[in-house]
């Protein structure tokens, strides 16, 4: 159970490393503003929406892979004991 933790930690820090930087880039308007959840450039060029989109998917990475590792694959592992067992 203690790698899954790890794995989980790893990636949630990871994955959300990498948002709060691009977020910090492109989602803070400025000091006193939003901060990491200001509105996105209004005229982005390909890179700005690449990098956007990058945001976007380690969010969603970010949240997914600690979730698999803490809630599902444990909650596989149970289920698949007690039908073993039965």
């Known amino acids: 159970m203690a ?9 949630l820090t990871g994955a959300g490393l990498v948002w709060m930087v ?3 880039w492109y989602l ?3 000091f006193e503003d ?5 509105a ?15 945001g976007d ?3 969603v990475v970010a949240i997914g892979g600690a979730l698999t ?4 694959l444990p909650a ?3 289920a698949r004991e007690r039908l073993a067992s039965n």
């Open 3 to 11: 790698d899954e933790f790890v794995k989980g930690l790893g990636v």
């Open 22 to 24: 691009i977020a910090g």
């Open 28 to 30: 803070t308007p400025g």
């Open 34 to 38: 939003a901060q990491l959840t200001g």
């Open 40 to 54: 996105p450039p209004e005229d982005p060029s390909t890179f700005d929406q690449l990098a956007l989109l990058l």
């Open 57 to 59: 998917a380690m969010a």
């Open 69 to 72: 590792f803490w809630v599902l």
């Open 76 to 78: 596989m592992r149970e």
